[in-house]
């Protein structure tokens, strides 16, 4: 009997305590997990070509992104988790968003542009990720709100225009016009972005170590 008293022990040890468990799925991470539903949905919409659905879809994901961070401040709720989830699930929404409307016709996007956004996100979350293990504060600044700003209304203006063109409406022409403003501004944006975060990493690395 008394032999089995260890095994009982590592298994208790293993278990997490439930205050844990509940820290991490604290309302703040489960609205965070709801947009990356919210994400797989607007992906299926895009690919069916619904684009009121996307436009619906793509609005309760940008509320749960502000409710999310509104509540964790508000309430005191932020984790290590929701700090790493949370831009995750939002490159996720973004980049997924382009890629699943570029061979969309009349989207606007070309693959060069659809690259700068996902090259920028990987690039610039590696190093953040390198250089705050180090220490180092890489948070974002208003050139990388700026830019989340515009590539959500980019993709507003996107599905906008969509329906327009499938609906035969006369604002057609004027909504792909703005979509098309929208996007190069977001690509030029994007980059700027990406090399501001660069040239910080720079001054940062050598004092990392």
């Not at 409307?101 to 996007?109: A, I, K, N, Q, Y």
């Not at 920028?120 to 220490?135: A, K, Q």
């Not at 940062?204 to 170590?209: A, D, K, V």
Request: glycine fraction near 10%.
């Amino acid at each position: 009997m008394s032999e089995d008293k260890p095994a009982r022990s590592a298994v208790a040890d293993w278990v997490p305590p439930s205050s844990a468990v509940r820290k991490h799925l604290n309302i703040p991470n489960q609205l965070t997990l709801a947009r990356l539903g919210l994400a797989v949905f607007l992906f299926v919409f895009i690919s069916l070509e619904r684009w009121i659905g996307c436009i619906l879809i793509f609005a309760a994901a940008a509320l749960t992104d502000w409710l999310d961070g509104y509540l964790a401040r508000k309430q005191q709720l932020t984790s290590t988790l929701g700090r790493n989830l949370d831009p995750l699930v939002d490159k996720v929404l973004i980049g997924g968003a382009y890629i699943f409307l570029l061979p969309v016709e009349g989207s606007g996007l070309a693959p060069w542009m659809v690259t700068v956004v996902i090259a920028r996100e990987l690039i610039i979350t590696s190093l953040r990720s390198f250089l705050e293990n180090r220490g180092a504060s890489f948070g974002a600044d208003w050139l990388g709100k700026l830019k989340m700003g515009l590539q959500c209304a980019a993709l507003f203006g996107i599905f906008a225009a969509l329906e327009a063109a499938v609906g035969g409406r006369g604002s057609a022409a004027a909504l792909g016009l703005v979509a098309r403003v929208l996007i190069y501004g977001m690509v030029v944006v994007t980059a700027l972005s990406g090399l501001q975060y660069l040239w910080r990493a720079s001054l940062l690395l050598p004092r990392s170590g």
